[in-house]
């Protein structure tokens, strides 16, 4: 197949019209769900009341209910923590640097990539609030003025952490919002319902779609961008700061905040596209969300597993080059210590089992990159366990040596977290346009003015 | 259509969106001010059609991103610095390097809160459901797949034949008249709203009160007043005798604590020698402990005159021969251990204090029956002090 690059490839197929766009966005809010929606959602729920129990547990009982112990104080909380806000930073990279990339095929898949970074950022900032043992305290962490007239320390990477995270969250909802509400008013103004109507009206704020809105919207979508871009980057990068600015061997690296940032965005686009290969089958969106999306994606994936894999390799030749005998150890213990086969399951699934995607063939064949992403996850979540429990099990003193084994409520709270997230999703897949219609409508064929005045150099 | 309703605007719809371009330019030139074009989506080239020029809404960006910076480093520095000083790994008060990450995340949230809060409100001036556009046909069109043009009944040159005319000239497939919708009358004190106000309060009051006289003090939300320890009082199966706590072995002498030998010896052979030395320091130390534990009874100057009138037995004077004649460690003997009806005072005041007494008491002594001798020796010291 030849490809001419000098051509944007089309981004709706199938000669879809605005009127049919809307209607296939909008068919999962106007019909009913099917059984199998049901037997999903019945699914996800369960695992999220398990979640839910454990955590109940731990709340009652304390963090003994879990694992960790003493030398490994961090253990599956962290690592989900790692683990979650890493899946979220796929949305905004798609929302905001894919636009400011002028990457307009990032329309069809924007809406539900942002959605999955509201979702992974609430399953992730469960669990540093949950393993303090004492949520209810987390409120200290918030500078106001206490009874105990105390300010947080502001120069601990753990605090950092709380307003890095609470940001992203904070202008991830923002961004997406704005960009739900001309959806909002489109839902409206279709809707025979009453109730939906009320519900519409009221998120779509009376939205007319007029030109002298769109005119600063456009400008705020842009700004939005622009400020969710250096946000997204300093997310994980503060993440890891909260290991990198520690003595601990294997912690105390400089290669962390490039290392976490492609990581998360690495896994954050393989849990995007385990979502959407089920979902643009289920909601028949595959003119809209086409095979060359995720090809795209896959491309991706293939380049930040390889800065992943590089990474890897990095870690373990500094830790040579530095010449401190536990740096080395702890390298060479992650590798064939205790914990070895989790190491070699994230450098398998991360760095190898990618490179798949080198073949055009692979990259466009379902369930291919079906499993590679679903490794990908894996991988991706084992990376953090390594990093976290290797580096805390042995470190200077080989006295206070320890081993992490995990207890059924850590794993009840892990998959209570998938629980929560894909509840969330599918939820999110009955109530609000999957696709950004008021985007998507601007790309399809013949949307915009074929000679507007002016050139396109002015 | 009704004439008691007041016009709004006449609105035109368009099939494609070359129409609406040029229909807004044409617009424009015919000198219209307040119209608008509606698009389901942001058309590009529509802002010059309309003779607009470049939205300036990237300052509220810029005033506040560089408020929150400000502010947040401000503030850090002052909590830090001013308010209470924390010493972390040894960092100045003011750790520029430190302050970055909070201060950029600042810079975003506020930005970006104001960005978003500032378009809606201020330039979009929503929420507004009750635009007299909402519900129209052409609001649906134009939700969808139209594209459609108003030109409002406030404009200067309005005619509403004459914008028809207009508007046909330009290529609408629908006209539509705009009027401004009747306005619902909500009464204040419908029972349907009194029912609400009620409920809301209740509602919120219970919730109040439960949570800050229930909730709070339930496990494990209470404070961990309630562990499964073994506190000092508490019995336990563990051991034969069902005490939790387990008594000292015998002979364990407590820290900082030396057993009297003489305890309990009414007339002993020997007593302890006093190791004070009367300084100033140690005779004020004993008065101010005399007045406190002793002249209830032995009276302000150990003449025997009590305060109790009565309540107790009397406390018999110090100024008694035996007593002037009792070695110092036999007066402490008497404290630590009490005497006949005077109990002991050894749990209230210390060993040193005791002596401290002990002294002070010897000084009362030697007032109550003063030399002349004692007079010269003051003189003495008074006069080598002036010397010096």
């Known amino acids: ?458 | 259509m009704p004439d008691n309703k007041k016009l709004h605007s006449v609105a035109a719809l368009f099939n494609s969106v070359d129409e609406i371009i040029s229909a807004a330019k044409k617009t424009t030139a015919a000198g219209y001010k307040k119209f608008d074009v509606n698009t389901p989506y942001p058309v590009h080239g529509m802002d010059r059609a309309m003779g607009m020029g470049q939205s300036k809404i990237g300052f509220v960006t810029l005033f506040f991103g560089l408020f929150g910076a400000a502010f947040i480093f401000l503030f850090m520095w002052w909590s830090f610095a001013v308010s209470y000083n924390i010493v972390v790994g040894g960092k100045p008060f003011l750790a520029v390097p430190a302050f970055i990450p909070i201060t950029f995340e600042t810079t975003v949230l506020f930005a970006a809160i104001a960005t978003v809060v500032g378009m809606l409100a201020v330039y979009f001036k929503l929420p507004n459901n009750s635009h007299p556009l909402h519900d129209t046909d052409y609001m649906k069109a134009v939700s969808g797949d139209k594209f459609g043009l108003v030109i409002e009944a406030e404009d200067k040159q309005f005619d509403k034949a004459k914008v028809i005319e207009f508007l046909k000239g330009l290529g609408a497939y629908k006209i539509e008249d705009i009027y401004y919708p009747e306005q619902e009358k909500f009464r204040m004190f419908e029972p349907k709203f009194l029912l609400f106000l009620a409920i809301v309060a209740v509602a919120t009051s219970g919730l109040t009160y439960v949570t800050l006289n229930k909730l709070m003090y339930i496990t494990p939300f209470d404070w961990m007043d309630f562990q499964s320890k073994l506190t000092a009082q508490k019995g336990s199966n563990m051991f034969a005798n069902h005490e939790g706590m387990r008594p000292p072995v015998e002979g364990t002498v407590a820290r900082g604590f030396i057993p009297y030998p003489y305890k309990g010896q009414p007339m002993p052979v020997e007593v302890l020698s006093n190791p004070t030395i009367p300084t100033k320091q140690i005779l004020e130390l004993g008065k101010g402990k005399f007045l406190t534990f002793c002249s209830p009874c032995h009276g302000n100057f150990g003449e025997g005159e009590s305060r109790l009138r009565g309540q107790f037995p009397v406390g018999p004077t110090l100024h008694s021969d035996k007593i002037i004649n009792y070695p110092d460690g036999m007066i402490y003997h008497i404290i630590t251990n009490g005497q006949n009806a005077m109990p002991s005072y050894a749990p209230q005041i210390t060993r040193h204090e005791r002596w401290a007494i002990v002294d002070y008491i010897r000084v009362l002594q030697r007032a109550q029956n003063a030399k002349e001798s004692d007079l010269k020796a003051v003189n003495k010291e008074s006069v080598s002090n002036v010397q010096n």
């Open chain 1, 1 to 458: 197949m030849s490809l001419d690059y000098s051509k944007e490839l089309t981004l709706v197929q199938g000669n879809m019209t605005m009127a049919d766009l809307d209607n296939a966005i909008a068919k999962p809010m106007d019909t009913k769900p099917n059984k199998n929606y049901f037997i999903a959602l019945a699914f996800t729920s369960s695992l999220l009341l398990l979640g839910v129990i454990a955590v109940s547990l731990t709340f009652y009982y304390g963090i003994g209910e879990w694992g960790n112990n003493q030398p490994v104080g961090w253990a599956f909380d962290i690592t989900n923590f790692v683990f979650w806000v890493g899946i979220a930073h796929a949305g905004t990279l798609i929302s905001a640097i894919l636009y400011l990339l002028r990457q307009k095929w990032r329309t069809a898949i924007s809406r539900f990539s942002e959605a999955m970074t509201i979702f992974a950022v609430i399953c992730a900032g469960i669990f540093p609030i949950i393993h303090t043992g004492r949520p209810w305290l987390a409120g200290y962490l918030i500078p106001y003025p206490n009874a105990m007239q105390l300010w947080p320390n502001f120069v601990s990477p753990l605090v950092w952490d709380v307003f890095a995270v609470s940001t992203y969250f904070i202008v991830s909802l923002l961004f997406w919002y704005v960009g739900l509400i001309p959806d909002f008013a489109t839902l409206r103004d279709r809707t025979v319902s009453k109730i939906k109507k009320f519900i519409y009206s009221l998120f779509s704020l009376g939205w007319r779609h007029s030109n002298r809105d769109w005119r600063h919207y456009e400008k705020v979508y842009m700004i939005l961008a622009g400020l969710a871009t250096p946000l997204v980057l300093s997310v994980h990068t503060v993440v890891s700061f909260d290991f990198a600015t520690s003595v601990l061997p294997g912690w105390h690296s400089t290669i962390f905040p490039p290392y976490f940032v492609a990581g998360a965005i690495f896994s954050g686009f393989a849990m995007v596209v385990t979502a959407l290969v089920f979902m643009r089958k289920v909601f028949s969106l595959e003119n809209i969300i086409t095979m060359d999306h995720l090809d795209r994606m896959n491309k991706i994936i293939l380049l930040t597993g390889s800065m992943v894999g590089y990474a890897y390799l990095m870690e373990f030749f500094i830790s040579w080059y530095s010449g401190v005998p536990t740096e080395q150890y702890v390298a060479i213990n992650r590798a064939f210590g205790p914990y070895a086969w989790g190491y070699w399951v994230m450098v398998s699934c991360n760095s190898i089992f990618p490179q798949l995607f080198w073949f055009r063939r692979f990259r466009r064949s379902i369930p291919v990159m079906f499993i590679v992403v679903v490794l990908v996850n894996v991988g991706m979540w084992f990376e953090r366990f390594i990093i976290i429990v290797t580096s805390l099990h042995r470190d200077f003193l080989p006295s206070s040596w320890g081993m992490f084994y995990p207890t059924w409520v850590d794993f009840s709270i892990l998959f209570g977290s998938f629980g929560l997230f894909f509840t969330l999703v599918l939820l999110f897949t009955r109530t609000l346009p999957v696709v950004t219609m008021s985007e998507i409508k601007g790309v399809v064929e013949g949307a915009q003015p074929s000679h507007y005045e002016g050139d396109h150099n002015a």
